[in-house]
């Protein structure tokens, strides 16, 4: 479970986050003369099966950009579990012990942070204050990986991230073994990139 005064699912959207999205929705009848209802229609005549084929599909066929096609594909195609669904998106994600306990020495840490926000994804788990902070995923082995808002040079632990799928703020990672590794650096480093966000 998320920390105590942690929001997550839908409430786990930093302000900023809420107001993109509104944006995206208010501007896409006004930009295209549609309704989100009919560009369901449209996206579900898509000939596609895969959602990044149906993405460029929309693209293509259709000259709307990533955002608004993502928009739409969510609509079209809800998936299984949303950002609503936070546990399950968590308990789906995070099935071994080990990567566990990591998570949750990172979750003590990152409680200790006023204002911020849990945002659970279906391949990490994020925390933003008005931007994102810090993501962290596991991984096999019963270890996990944070992703941080800063950059590999604030520490000689710290990484290049390479495609881990969160924002594209978190300039650097950082491998997690054990909760050993959650530490007083870490902790700094957490704080720093808080600050940052």
């Not at 999205?21 to 369901?40: P, Y």
């Not at 993502?70 to 308990?91: K, V």
């Not at 204002?115 to 902070?133: C, E, I, N, P």
């Not at 590999?152 to 632990?157: E, I, L, N």
Request: glycine share 6%; hydrophobic share 40%.
């Amino acid at each position: 479970m998320a920390e105590d005064g942690a929001k997550t699912g839908m409430e786990g959207l930093t302000e900023r986050q809420k107001k993109w999205f509104a944006s995206v929705q208010a501007s896409l009848e006004r930009d295209t003369g549609k309704t989100i209802e009919e560009w369901v229609i449209i996206a579900r005549t898509c000939p596609h099966e895969k959602p990044r084929a149906r993405a460029d599909w929309l693209r293509e066929h259709h000259g709307l950009g990533v955002n608004r096609a993502a928009h739409i594909l969510s609509e079209a195609f809800p998936p299984e579990l949303g950002w609503e669904d936070a546990d399950r998106l968590r308990e789906r994600l995070w099935t071994d012990p080990a990567s566990i306990a990591i998570l949750e020495a990172v979750e003590r840490v990152v409680a200790k942070l006023p204002d911020y926000v849990t945002g659970q994804r279906k391949g990490f788990t994020a925390w933003s204050r008005k931007v994102q902070l810090a993501a962290m995923r596991p991984v096999r082995g019963g270890t996990a990986v944070l992703g941080l808002a800063l950059t590999p040079d604030a520490s000689p632990r710290l990484l290049e991230p390479k495609n881990e799928g969160w924002s594209e703020r978190l300039k650097a990672k950082l491998p997690l073994a054990s909760p050993a590794d959650v530490d007083a650096e870490l902790e700094a480093l957490l704080k720093a990139a808080w600050e940052r966000s």
